[in-house]
Each structure stands twice: as structure tokens, then as C-alpha cells.
């Protein structure tokens, strides 16, 4: 249940040209405490509830819990969450063994485009395609639960 992820801005849209699938993601959160977030999502025609604890002290890796919902059960607790809502398209990328998620966000957040990808091991090598930028693993005004509180427009 731990997941070893990172992170990095994304320069252009070449990745559009390169994903295999995408789909929309709405999600808002019931919790935002900096030890523990609870995240109710909705992407595409799934649901789901999730749990994440604080991360190391490089952001590389954190406890995660993730449990299957209803769409409506999702769309119920939504209306409990926390104020801000993030909305964004998920794009996914094959790069190797690997599959890059790059997140276009929309809506408060709009203009910030950001790639994910998920690691077995924190130094495990991966391929860097042209469009991944800088790397921002572990800074938390990244993280979805802080761009729901403080959205990228502010900036």
C-alpha cells in the first residue's frame, strides 16, 4: 500500500501526440490534513475513495489506500467535500515498462499541466521523454489536495 511516485511539469503538448487513452477526472476532498488526505473521485465512469498518509522526506513515496465506489455514492459525497473542486483531463503516456499520467487541469487550475509516474523502487530509472520538465516531487503546492485550496491562478 505504499505508493513510490514522482512528479515533474510538462513543457508542451507533445504528450497528446503520444497518449494512448484519456479520460476526465473530477475529485474533491472530504480531508486535506497534511498527515492524511481522504479523496473522493470520479474518472471517467469509475469511483473512488482514497486514503493518503504523509509522504517521506523526499514527497518520493506515501502510504495509499484505494477503494472502488459507485458513481453515486462518489457524487454524494462529493456535495460533503471541502470547497475546490479539481477538474482536469488525464492523459496516458507509455514510456517503457512505465506509463506516464499527465494531468491537464482546467477550471481554477487551468494552464498547469503536470506528469505523474509510478515507480517500484525511488531511484528506479525510467525513460524522460522531451516534454517532461522539472521535476516538483514533494512540493506540496502540487499535490491535488493543495491545488484545491490554493489553485494555480492564484499564483
Known amino acids: 500500500m505504499t505508493e513510490i511516485e514522482r512528479k515533474f511539469l510538462v513543457t508542451s503538448e507533445e504528450f497528446k501526440k503520444e497518449?494512448?487513452?484519456?479520460?476526465?477526472?473530477?475529485?474533491?476532498?472530504?480531508?486535506?490534513?497534511?498527515e492524511r488526505t481522504v479523496r473522493i473521485r470520479i474518472k471517467g465512469q469509475q469511483a473512488f475513495i482514497t486514503v493518503k498518509g504523509i509522504g517521506n522526506a523526499t514527497g518520493t513515496s506515501r502510504f495509499e489506500w484505494e477503494k472502488p465506489i459507485s458513481i453515486e455514492d462518489a457524487e454524494a459525497l462529493l456535495h460533503l467535500c471541502e470547497q475546490g473542486m479539481i477538474e482536469k483531463t488525464r492523459y496516458e503516456i507509455k514510456s517503457g515498462k512505465h506509463t506516464i499520467e499527465v494531468d491537464e487541469f482546467f477550471g481554477q487550475n487551468q494552464g498547469l499541466i503536470l506528469a505523474e509516474i509510478e515507480l517500484e523502487e525511488e531511484n528506479e530509472p525510467f525513460l524522460k521523454p522531451n516534454w517532461l520538465g522539472k521535476e516538483v516531487t514533494g512540493e506540496n503546492r502540487y499535490y491535488n489536495s493543495q491545488l484545491s485550496k490554493n489553485p494555480f491562478i492564484l499564483w
Not at 497518449?19 to 497534511?34: C, D, E
Open 19 to 34: 497518449s494512448t487513452k484519456q479520460y476526465r477526472i473530477v475529485q474533491a476532498f472530504l480531508n486535506t490534513h497534511p
